[in-house]
C-alpha cells in the first residue's frame, strides 16, 4: 500500500504548524468549547430536565436527567472538534490559503500533509472534550476513575471523525457545500445518537440505525467511563473506531490525491 | 552529474500536451532560463522538476535522482518559489519563514538564524511582525524568494521571481542569484523580462506550445537568430519591403514598422536611403526580446 508507506514522521511538522496557529488565536478558540456546552447543561438539563421526573435507567445505574446528559455532550464535543477543524478548516488551508501547495514543496508528502491534518483534528477533539469534561466533571457529572479515559477516547474517537471530514473535504466543490454533510450526518448523529435520550426508547430498528453511527459508540463510551460502567460497549466501540477510521483515512488519502495531484 | 537530466519529458492534461516530449541537460552551478509565452508549458516544467506534478512520460532526473523514486530527497536539496502566491496567511512574514524550515527538518536556533538573515538581505526586517495580507505585492514576492532560501538548497526554481517588483527590488534580486551563482547554486529561472533572462542566465530555453524551439547562451542566439544590428523603420511603404525582400535581407514587417535583422546597418541604412524617404528610422543593438519575437511570433497566443 503506497498510500500508507509515504507517511511519515513528517506529518508532525504540518501539525506543528496547526498548533502554532492555534496557540496564536486561542483567546478566540478557547470560550466556545467551554461555554456551548454549559449552556446546553442548563438549558437542557436544568430547564427541560425538571421536567423528567423519572430517573434514566442506564447500564444498571439510574441516572438524574442533566447526569444522563453530561457525558453526551462531552461526545458531542468530541464529534465537532474533529469535524469542524477538517471540514471547513482543512478545506480553507487547502482551497484559499494554498498551504497544501506551499508544504507540498517541502520534503513532506501529501499523505503527511492528510496524516497532519487529521492528526491535528484529532487534537481539537482531544483539547475540547478535556475542557467539557473538567466542567461536567467538577459538577459531579462524570465520576473517578473511569473519567481519566475519556481523553483517550476523544483522541481517538477524534482521529475517526477528522478522517470522515477529510473524506468530505476531499469531494466538496466550494465552502458552501458542506452544509450537505452536516445537514445529512452531523445533525442526525447530534441528536439520535443516544446524546439527549437513551437508545432504548426507540423502537427495534432504530436502535440499530443508531448502532451504525459513529457517534452512538462515542457517547455510549463517555458514558460508561463516566460512571464506571464497564460492559460490552468499550470493547465494540473501540473496534467500531478502528475500522471506521481504517476505512475513511485510507479513503480520504486516495480521494485527496485524486483531487490534487495534478 | 547534471543538475537536471529531461528525456522526451512529457505532461497531458485530460488529452492536452502542456509539454511535449521535451529534452534539455542543466549543468551543476548554472543559471538556466525558460522563457516562452503564456502557456507555452514553463511553469508546469518547473513543477514536474520539483515533483509537484508527475511525470506522464519521458525521463527526468534531478541532482542524480530519479522524480518519481525520491521526491523527499529532491525536494530536501531543492527550493522553490513558486509563480503564485502562497505564503501562509496564518503568519507573520518572520514565521513564515521559521514554520517553513521547520518542514526541512531545521532546528529552530537555525531556522531563526536564517530566517533574520533573509528578512535582512531581501529588505524586510522592519516587517517582520506584519501579516501576510498587510504587505504589499512586491514584498510578497520578496518573502516567497527568501523562503526558497530557508533549506540553503543545491538548486533554486524561480518561477518568475521578479514579476511585480520594483526596479530596486529587482537588482536585489539580481545580485542574489549571482552570489547564488558564485556558491555553485544551480538556479533555475523563468521570466518574461528578456533583459533580465540575457543579464542572469548562462543558457535558456524558449519554449512555445509544450516544445522548445531554441536552446543556447543568450549572446549566441542573438547572433545566430538576428544578428549584430536591427533596423527599425517607421511607416514603411511596400516597395521598400518588395526591395528589401529582393535584397535578401532578413526582415520583418508588423502593423507600423520594418524590422531588418543585419551585421551591417549602416550600410544598408545608407542603401535604403538612397532609394527610398525615410521620415523615421533607428539602428539598435539586437536583443533577446527580438530573439524571442521573432521565434515565437508577434501575433499574442491565445
Ligand atoms: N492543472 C492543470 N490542468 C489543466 N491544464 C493545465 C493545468 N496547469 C496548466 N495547464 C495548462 O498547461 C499549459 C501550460 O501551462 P503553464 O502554467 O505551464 O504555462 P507557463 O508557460 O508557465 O505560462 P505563464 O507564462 O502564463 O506562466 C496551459 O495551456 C495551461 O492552461
Ligand atoms: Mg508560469
Redesign the interface.
Known amino acids: 500500500m503506497t498510500l500508507l508507506s509515504n507517511i511519515s514522521w513528517r506529518s508532525i511538522a504540518l501539525w506543528k504548524r496547526n498548533r502554532d496557529v492555534f496557540l496564536f488565536t486561542w483567546k478566540t478558540n478557547f470560550l466556545p468549547p467551554f461555554l456551548e456546552p454549559i449552556l446546553y447543561l442548563v438549558a437542557m438539563g436544568l430547564g427541560f430536565g425538571a421536567l423528567i421526573q423519572a430517573d434514566i435507567e442506564y447500564g444498571g445505574r439510574s441516572l438524574e436527567y442533566i447526569k444522563f446528559l453530561a457525558p453526551g455532550l462531552v461526545a458531542i464535543s468530541i464529534m465537532y472538534g474533529a469535524f469542524f477543524e477538517c471540514s471547513y478548516g482543512s478545506f480553507v488551508r487547502m482551497y484559499y490559503q494554498k498551504t497544501f501547495d506551499a508544504v507540498l514543496a517541502t520534503p513532506l508528502s501529501l499523505e503527511d500533509i492528510i496524516a497532519g491534518e487529521i492528526l491535528w483534528g484529532a487534537t481539537k477533539s482531544f483539547i475540547n472534550a478535556t475542557i467539557v469534561l473538567a466542567v461536567v466533571a467538577v459538577v459531579g457529572f462524570s465520576e473517578m476513575p473511569g473519567l481519566l479515559l475519556i481523553p483517550v477516547v476523544a483522541f481517538a474517537g477524534g482521529l475517526m471523525f477528522a478522517s470522515l471530514a477529510m473524506l468530505f473535504t476531499s469531494l466538496v466543490p466550494n465552502l458552501d457545500s458542506f452544509n450537505y454533510p452536516f445537514f445529512l450526518f452531523i445533525t442526525p448523529m447530534f441528536l439520535f445518537s443516544g446524546t439527549f435520550f437513551p437508545l432504548s426508547v426507540l423502537p427495534g430498528w432504530g436502535q440499530q440505525l443508531a448502532m451504525a453511527l459513529p457517534l452512538t459508540h462515542i457517547s455510549n463510551m463517555a458514558r460508561d467511563l463516566s460512571y464506571n460502567i464497564w460492559d460490552a460497549d468499550m470493547i465494540i466501540g473501540t473496534a467500531y473506531i478502528a475500522l471506521f477510521t481504517a476505512i475513511t483515512f485510507l479513503g480520504s488519502v486516495y480521494l485527496m490525491k485524486k483531487r490534487l495531484v495534478k | 552529474m547534471p543538475a537536471v537530466r529531461a528525456e522526451g519529458l512529457t505532461k497531458m ?1 485530460d488529452g492536452f500536451k502542456a509539454v511535449d516530449a521535451i529534452d534539455f541537460q542543466i549543468e551543476e552551478g548554472e543559471c538556466f532560463g525558460f522563457l516562452g509565452p503564456n502557456g507555452a508549458g514553463k511553469s508546469t516544467t518547473m513543477r514536474m522538476i ?1 515533483c ?3 511525470v506522464t512520460s519521458g525521463k527526468l532526473e534531478v541532482l542524480g535522482m530519479d522524480v518519481n523514486d525520491s ?2 530527497q529532491i ?2 536539496v531543492i527550493g ?1 518559489a ?1 509563480q ?8 507573520t512574514v518572520r ?1 513564515n519563514l521559521t ?2 524550515g ?4 531545521i532546528p529552530n536556533g537555525e531556522c531563526g538564524r536564517r530566517a533574520d538573515r533573509l528578512l535582512e538581505f531581501m529588505q524586510l526586517s522592519e516587517k517582520r511582525d506584519e501579516m501576510i495580507p498587510e504587505i504589499s505585492g512586491g514584498m510578497k514576492r520578496r518573502l516567497i524568494i527568501a523562503r526558497a532560501m530557508m ?1 540553503e538548497p543545491r538548486m533554486l526554481i524561480l518561477d518568475e521571481p521578479t514579476t511585480g517588483l520594483d526596479p530596486q527590488a529587482r537588482h536585489l534580486i539580481w545580485e542574489k542569484v549571482r552570489e547564488l551563482k558564485r556558491q555553485k547554486v544551480t538556479v533555475l529561472l523563468t521570466t518574461h523580462y528578456m533583459d533580465e533572462a540575457e543579464r542572469l542566465c548562462d543558457r535558456l530555453v524558449i519554449m512555445d506550445h509544450g516544445k522548445i524551439i531554441l536552446e543556447g547562451r543568450p549572446r549566441e542566439l542573438i547572433d545566430r537568430v538576428i544578428g549584430a544590428d536591427v533596423l527599425e523603420i517607421d511607416v514603411p511603404g511596400d516597395e521598400m519591403e518588395a526591395y528589401v525582400k529582393e535584397r535578401g535581407w532578413q526582415y520583418e514587417r508588423t502593423i507600423d514598422r520594418l524590422l531588418v535583422y543585419t551585421d551591417q546597418g549602416q550600410r544598408v541604412v545608407a542603401e535604403l536611403k538612397e532609394r527610398f524617404s525615410m521620415s523615421y528610422y533607428l539602428i539598435r543593438n539586437a536583443t533577446l526580446e527580438d530573439v524571442f519575437l521573432r521565434s515565437t511570433g508577434r501575433a499574442l497566443v491565445e
Not at chain 2, 503564485?84 to 503568519?91: A, K, T, V
Not at chain 2, 521547520?102 to 527538518?105: C, L, Q, S, V
Open positions: 492534461f520539483h509537484g506534478s508527475p521526491p523527499r525536494k530536501q522553490v513558486p503564485e502566491n502562497n505564503l501562509d496567511p496564518d503568519f514565521r514554520v517553513y521547520r518542514y526541512f527538518d533549506n
